[in-house]
């Protein structure tokens, strides 16, 4: 990522202090669209809990394809590769990225770079396409289009995990940027205490998630 001077938020893990600013990941996104109480268990209380299996497969695949990819690419930098992407079409993976503007930053799992459009690819397990992961791919291409300055189209992609299969992908227009920009302050307003952590009143998130022994606001069977 771009050197900055940053320090760590004295009392919310995951949090950076840069240019005065709170920097959360952008993966806290996906969170949020799930139970952001979660993101309050986590790094506010500080609870500590096992991975869960997809996390640690995930994790792996990553490593995976990174190797891959790492065996036949050639080092160069951010500013070259969106150069040469001008007039021809770029592969990279693992990209950081991060916008001191709106407090976010992250690794890109694969991004697509061609002379008409940046392709901005997140992979996920299974195949259906929830808002809390196209929240957390609208975040990264916020943080590119920061970063690039550029006019290029830039899409969205959601790519099932360990596949080519892209089962979502949508232009980052002015809506999405918009919506993801009022998601991003509403985590912001989150972090300095103006917005309180609100959990979900879905008993089948509840049941799934790994911080459930945890929490001590569980939604109940028939809250829906």
């Known amino acids: 990522?771009?050197?900055?001077?940053?320090?760590?938020?004295p009392e919310i893990?995951?949090?950076?202090?840069?240019?005065?600013?709170?920097?959360?990941?952008i993966s806290w996104l996906n969170k949020?669209?799930?139970?952001?109480y979660s993101i309050y268990l986590e790094n506010v209380r500080g609870i500590e809990?096992?991975?869960t299996r997809n996390m640690v497969v995930g994790t792996q695949e990553h490593a995976r394809l990174e190797m891959e990819f790492k065996k036949?690419?050639?080092p160069t930098t951010f500013e070259k590769m969106l150069d040469e992407s001008r007039t021809?079409?770029?592969?990279?993976?693992?990209?950081?990225?991060?916008?001191?503007?709106?407090?976010?930053?992250?690794y890109i799992d694969e991004v697509w770079m061609t002379p008409d459009e940046f392709i901005i690819i997140d992979d996920k397990p299974g195949k259906k396409a929830f808002s809390s992961s196209i929240n957390q791919v609208l975040g990264y291409c916020l943080a590119f289009q920061d970063m690039i300055k550029e006019e290029r189209r830039i899409v969205a992609a959601l790519r099932e995990r360990g596949t080519d299969n892209i089962f979502w992908a949508a232009y980052f227009d002015e809506k999405s940027k918009?919506?993801?920009?009022?998601?991003?302050n509403r985590v912001q307003d989150l972090l300095v205490g103006k917005k309180d952590f609100m959990a979900t009143n879905n008993p089948r998130k509840c049941r799934s998630c790994r911080l459930k022994l945890k929490?001590?606001?569980k939604a109940r069977p028939g809250s829906l």
């Open 1 to 9: 990522m771009p050197k900055t001077k940053s320090k760590p938020h």
């Open 13 to 25: 893990s995951q949090v950076m202090i840069m240019e005065g600013r709170n920097n959360f990941p």
């Open 32 to 36: 949020q669209g799930y139970c952001e």
């Open 49 to 51: 809990v096992k991975a």
């Open 72 to 74: 036949d690419a050639e």
């Open 88 to 106: 021809m079409e770029l592969l990279s993976r693992e990209l950081p990225v991060i916008s001191h503007s709106y407090g976010i930053r992250g």
């Open 178 to 184: 918009n919506d993801i920009i009022s998601l991003i």
């Open 215 to 217: 929490c001590d606001k």
